[in-house]
């Protein structure tokens, strides 16, 4: 097979016609057709926000990466864009792997790792990632300008470059793996084409990971934010459940120092699927992040319609003063909303009331009274697959989902503080849903996959009573 990106966009026409929609997103980004992974070079250019993505255009799995192109006014209405990278040159001839982008001048740079085997594939020996740089003037249109940095000796696994400007310099942070020890490589540059190598910028210590993926390192509130998706951390209790995890670290840093941690590593969405975030900042000097809301190895329904892989709703990031990461919707969010449908405020004992026929393209927002509620367990449920509810005894909100048909049961939680308010703002989309906790507190995301005619939204209550003080839905766009 030989990738291009005509051969691409015509695989994409010719598949778009034949998907079955059920599950695909109504207000999330996804591919025409076929795979997406990662969300990468996501940025503001000439007027648009542009995001690119992992993408496989030939089947629904997994296979020679391209980069999926979309651009949005506002991050919600994507425009699909012709495929900017295929894998169509000897420094990226089996995939080009995750990646960022830049401004620089007038010109759009896309800054990402070439995936290439020196040989036989199954043998990580031929492994060779190298980062690569491509530019454009228009911003659909790339030219590739090859390799700009070589993979470093005795290194394979060396991948997804996030470059942003400081001072008079570009920096790059790399994800690497030593042996079994996850790493971020910095380097430095003036011009986007000779890069510095300035060392490591951080490694895993034992139990913290393999492989160190998708790395992003930013300042809020004064502080240094080291976000990356780690490979290889084991569950512990509650913690880490997914097969891999996204999280990061606190610190401090200036150019030229080390970066000296204040914190261990937290994951920053408790649900089954999200991972790969890649930040940006807005015009306005928001921080923003979307994730890739699935998780790797995980059964993925929608393969069987023809697609596969979302991208998360954009969240707005914030540091707190001691130095946990908060991320609620972007504001753009709100612009979906349609009716609002006040739902009553009520004491719910020991019943399951229907409040709407159909959750489809929907934000719930619930304000639970838990110092007033004594049921056992109480909250939303969407058909009999999703339920999302307080479980008083142990003082914990649970994301359950039961899809035994597709192979998908189980339950993500994160800590309540008895006897406060509890506020949930739940987005709900086709096959998805992303929980908002206390305004930022805390995340959970999953992946859904009701049939299309169970779909009714449920408020319940068992074993005692349950009390809201406010609770309704907005149908969105
Ligand atoms: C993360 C990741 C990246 C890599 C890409 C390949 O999900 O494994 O490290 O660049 O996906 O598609």
Redesign the pocket.
Known sequence: MTYTIANAEQELQAKREMLNLRWYPRYHLAARAGWV??PNGLIWFDGWYHAFY?HHPYSPQ?GA?HWGHARSKDLLHWEHLPVALAPEGPEDKD?C??GSAVVDGDTLALIY?G?KFHGDAGNDENLYQVQCLATSRDGIHFKREGIIIDTPPDLHHF??PKVWREGDSWYMVV?ARVGDTGQIRLYRSADLRQWQDEGILDEAQAGMGFMW??PDFFTLNGKRVLMF?PQGIAAQGFENRNLFQSGYLVGDWQPGEPFVRAGEFAEMDHGHDF??PQSFLTPDGRRIVIG?LNM?ESPMPEQQDGWSGMLSLPRELSLTEDNRLQMRPAKEVEALRQAWFPWPVSTLKNQQTLMADKGEAMEVVLHWDCANSDAEQYGLSLGQGLRVYVDTQMQRLVLERRYPQYGLCGTRSVPLVPGVPLVLRMFIDSSSVEVFVNDGEACLSSRIYPDADRRELSLFAWHGTATLSDAGAWQLE
Do not use: K, L, P, V
Request: hydrophobic share 30%.
């Open positions: 992974n990662d992992q997994w990466m995939g792997f995750s790792t995936h991948r997804d994800g993926e998708c998706s991972y790969a890739w790797w």
